[in-house]
Nanobody, 121 residues
Framework: QVQLVESGGGSVQAGGSLRLSCAAT????????MSWYRQAPGKEREFVLG???????RYADSVKGRFTISQDNAKNTVYLQMNTLKAEDTAMYYC???????????????WGQGTLVTVSS
C-alpha cells in the first residue's frame, strides 16, 4: 500500500518562497502521475500542477511562472517549489499519486494528509 507524507508547509510573507515535499512509501516499483492540489478555507479542492509518467507537466493558470514541480525518483519524493507567493495561495496543499497498474503495483489513487501554507500580505 502506497502512502504519501507531505512536509514543508508554513507561514511566509507575500513574495516569499516555500518548497513542499511529498515522500512516498511503498512506491519503489510503481509508476504514477503525480500532482499537487490545494484547498483554501471555504473553497473546493483545486488542481495546482502535476507531472505525468512520461515527464510532461501540467499547470493551473494561476501558478504558471511561479510554481514548479520536480521529482527525485531515488528518494520517491516529489517537490513543489513555490515562488512569488501571494495571499491567495494560502491553502492546505495535498499531494496525489495516480498509480498505474503494472505487474508490481495495483492501480491506486492515493492522497497525502496535506500541509498548510499561509501567505501573509
Amino acid at each position: 500500500q502506497v502512502q504519501l507524507v507531505e512536509s514543508g508547509g508554513g507561514s511566509v510573507q507575500a513574495g516569499g518562497s516555500l518548497r513542499l515535499s511529498c515522500a512516498a512509501t511503498g512506491h519503489r516499483y510503481c509508476r504514477s502521475d503525480m500532482s499537487w492540489y490545494r484547498q483554501a478555507p471555504g473553497k473546493e479542492r483545486e488542481f495546482v500542477l502535476g507531472i505525468n509518467i512520461d515527464g510532461s507537466t501540467r499547470y493551473a493558470d494561476s501558478v504558471k511562472g511561479r510554481f514548479t514541480i520536480s521529482q527525485d525518483n531515488a528518494k520517491n519524493t516529489v517537490y513543489l517549489q513555490m515562488n512569488t507567493l501571494k495571499a491567495e495561495d494560502t491553502a492546505m496543499y495535498y499531494c496525489n499519486f495516480v498509480i498505474k497498474a503494472t505487474i508490481w503495483c495495483a492501480h491506486q489513487d492515493v492522497w497525502g494528509q496535506g500541509t498548510l501554507v499561509t501567505v501573509s500580505s
